[in-house]
């Protein structure tokens, strides 16, 4: 993270987890029967704007403790290698049989553009330690992120989301600047 201002920060994060879906859990899906589970590597470049500064003081003899709601937004690359399984549905209608068949020969990238979207909480109660709360949720320019397009939705991209907590720690700096040391005597000697 770099802080441009009190207000406005730039971040690049990785983030690791596991995708899963299952028609089991929603009414007007079940008949399907589908499931998929994927693990997920994000890559995202982000900028946060903070509703109310987060002082960033130069001399740690002047911090006070800051509080701050945010938001952010941005853009990043998902990778995923979904295990989709079609294989059982309780009621076989036509659409979703020719739909399974066609995206289980489909041949799709594992890379996905997204863009990263949210909010969270920041409260900095030390000079060099910042808590985050935080809610994202991800838009994606593919339908296969989870290997499941025709058989569901195809007009329809997918998404997910991200719920954390962040601990932070802020290295000092050396202010800068040069240092000056006193001469002491010289001598020089010129042939």
Not at 52 to 79: D, E, N, Y
Not at 80 to 98: Q, Y
Request: charged letters at 20%; a positive charge; one cysteine or more.
């Amino acid at each position: 993270r770099y802080n441009l201002s009190d207000y406005i920060a730039l971040r690049a994060s990785f983030l690791h987890g596991q995708l899963s879906g299952r028609d089991s859990h929603y009414a007007d899906r079940a008949f399907r029967n589908f499931s998929t589970s994927s693990p997920v590597n994000e890559l995202t470049l982000q900028a946060e704007w903070h509703v109310w500064p987060l002082i960033q003081p130069r001399i740690a003899h002047f911090f006070k403790p800051s509080f701050s709601p945010f938001l952010f937004v941005g853009l990043g690359i998902a990778i995923t290698n979904p295990r989709p399984d079609m294989e059982n549905m309780l009621v076989e209608k036509p659409e979703f049989v020719k739909g399974a068949e066609i995206d289980r020969n489909a041949a799709f990238s594992p890379f996905h553009g997204t863009i990263p979207f949210g909010a969270g909480l920041k409260y900095r109660p030390h000079y060099q330690w910042t808590f985050t709360l935080e809610a994202g949720f991800r838009l994606t320019f593919s339908d296969y992120l989870d290997g499941i397009s025709f058989a569901a939705n195809p007009g329809k991209s997918d998404r997910y989301q991200f719920w954390g907590a962040t601990v932070a720690y802020r290295f000092r700096r050396q202010p800068l600047g040069f240092r000056m040391r006193r001469a002491t005597k010289c001598k020089v000697w010129l042939d």
